[in-house]
Nanobody, 119 residues
């Protein structure tokens, strides 16, 4: 019953900004960690940013000082503010969460949202 739904992807020019959101729904007791991964064509999926329930964040070196992850625990939602976007940021961005629900503790993934950075 747990579902993660991403939104906010789209086309943006280099140097522009975009904000992604991911909302978790279903029978959830608590969410320990939420984060964003991305996968570009021909490349492996990589971690972009994560945030714990307490607010501790971690970023990939490639996005440090450009991206900001945040979350609203009351809404079970995580956000990714992306600034100074570059063509190499083009990828499908996936939301993930480690949570405890009625079926136990586990990892869940969203379906992904496309981000394209191009002039």
């Amino acid at each position: 019953q747990v579902q993660l739904v991403e939104s906010g992807g789209g086309l943006v020019q280099p140097g522009g900004s975009l904000r992604l959101s991911c909302a978790a729904s279903g029978s959830i007791f608590s969410i320990n960690v939420m984060g964003w991964y991305r996968q570009a064509p021909g490349k492996q999926r990589e971690s972009v940013a994560t945030i714990t329930r307490g607010g501790t964040t971690n970023y990939a070196d490639s996005v440090k000082d450009r991206f900001t992850i945040s979350r609203d625990n009351a809404k079970n939602t995580v956000y990714l503010q992306m600034n100074s976007l570059r063509p190499e940021d083009t990828a499908v961005y996936y939301c993930n969460a480690y949570l405890s629900g009625s079926s136990g503790f586990g990892a869940y993934w969203g379906q992904g949202t496309q981000v394209t950075v191009s002039s």
